[in-house]
């Protein structure tokens, strides 16, 4: 595949071919699996509307479940974005209140759990809530899918998967990514293709965790940087202090980018086994490519 770059600024015909050979494998994995349909958890943003537009395109808009899933009062604009974009597209959608359920698990388990006092390096009681919220969610898709004999079709973007910035088992954990091979940026071209309104196409990343979260905070970069250096160390090969120097970007921050990937190889892999005797050793994913 090209670069990210030159993905944007290629002709339609280009971004034309991703959109059928992402269609052609919504197709084929539905089929393969004898499923009557899939669920895409939808949060108004880019990544999810882009998967529910191909998956109702590559299976017809009746067999396509669409699910938000607000758990704070920052998620409820994104669920009406996201039923609007369901009507628009013909499909099913459901809306599903998480704040209940939190509030619950917040009230009885987290005491039981939480370990108090910690030296800083391990998760805020924040970021763990976060975790917990996206895995709350991808049960209640699975809960569905498996009601309607329908896989869980997942959202995240390359730029995502490699960085790590998914939470395991969350929405990390789905059937498929369609749009796994797909940078970021790319993505954003392939919306614009699709026709999808600016206002879905150019919105401020965000995983929607906390008021006024962004994508580029977390990450301590935009995706035009982050995609930039990661097509040209992973894909290419290149070095990062080369990288970095080419594109203007602080080498710092290259090399912090480049090591989430290593770092987060266990969120791209199944769960090792030890392999013993003749058994072979389950594969994991060392390789940030």
Not at 64 to 70: F, I, S
Request: with cysteine; charged share 25%.
């Amino acid at each position: 595949m090209q670069s990210p770059d030159s993905f944007v600024q290629s002709p339609s015909d280009d971004v034309a071919e991703v959109e059928s050979a992402v269609v052609s494998f919504l197709r084929e994995r539905v089929r393969a699996a004898d499923a009557d349909g899939v669920v895409v958890a939808m949060s108004g943003g880019l990544d999810s509307t882009v998967t529910a537009t191909l998956a109702a395109e590559a299976l017809g808009p009746k067999r396509v479940l669409g699910l938000a899933m607000p758990c704070h009062k920052t998620d409820a604009t994104a669920a009406m974005e996201a039923e609007t974009v369901a009507d628009q597209l013909g499909i099913a959608f459901q809306r599903v209140h998480l704040r209940p359920l939190l509030h619950q698990f917040d009230h009885d388990v987290v005491p039981s759990l939480d370990p108090g006092e910690t030296d800083g390096s391990v998760p805020t009681d924040d970021r763990a809530l976060g975790n917990a919220v996206a895995r709350f969610r991808m049960t209640c898709a699975y809960y569905a899918a498996n009601r309607t004999n329908r896989l869980v079709v997942g959202t995240a973007n390359r730029s995502e998967l490699l960085l790590g910035y998914v939470t395991k088992f969350g929405d990390g954990g789905a059937d498929l990514f369609p749009l796994g091979d797909l940078y970021k940026t790319e993505v954003r071209a392939l919306g614009r293709h699709l026709g999808l309104p600016d206002a879905i196409v150019e919105r401020t990343p965000t995983a929607g965790f906390r008021a006024g979260q962004t994508d580029a905070d977390d990450l301590g970069a935009t995706y035009d940087v982050v995609d930039s250096v990661l097509w040209r160390v992973v894909e290419q090969g290149d070095p990062v202090d080369s990288v970095a120097d080419s594109l203007g970007v602080e080498t710092a921050t290259a090399s912090r980018l480049v090591s989430m990937c290593s770092e987060t190889a266990h969120k791209r892999a199944m769960p090792p086994t030890p392999g013993l005797g003749e058994r072979p050793r389950r594969p994991t994913d060392s390789d940030p490519a």
